[in-house]
């Protein structure tokens, strides 16, 4: 069996770190479409911000074209990944998040932490351009 091809990187909605981002905001926008009213403002901004935030400083990142630039704005993502975890505790906490929503939460943050872990490595380590 032939080993599967990569394809080229041309932008930034190539990278998978940036794909499973914005499932992970999509799925985030979902859970908290069920959460208390009264916390529109409160926690449901806060995790949707978050969120997005992952997506958007991967994106960012790598439209920068600096190395350093990249790497920075990878750490930016990955600690909006962080707090959305944080946020998800206290959604957890308060009784606002299903069983089947946090492990599936998890499952999804785990992989995104992975991917941007890997990258923010390889970044590291290359002296190829990002």
Do not use: C
Request: charged residues 25%; proline residues 5%.
């Amino acid at each position: 069996m032939e080993p599967a091809k990569k394809r080229p990187i041309r932008t930034f909605r190539d990278l998978v770190a940036w794909q499973k981002a914005i499932d992970l905001t999509h799925f985030t926008y979902g859970v908290t479409r069920s959460f208390p009213p009264d916390e529109k403002f409160g926690l449901v901004v806060q995790m949707r911000r978050a969120a997005v935030s992952v997506a958007a400083n991967i994106a960012e990142g790598f439209g920068r074209g600096a190395r350093q630039d990249y790497i920075r704005f990878i750490q930016i993502a990955r600690g909006s990944l962080f707090e959305l975890q944080s946020h998800v505790e206290v959604a957890r906490l308060e009784g606002w998040i299903s069983h089947s929503a946090l492990d599936e939460f998890h499952g999804r943050a785990a992989e995104v932490d992975r991917i941007i872990s890997g990258r923010l490595r390889s970044l590291k380590t290359s002296p190829a351009r990002p």
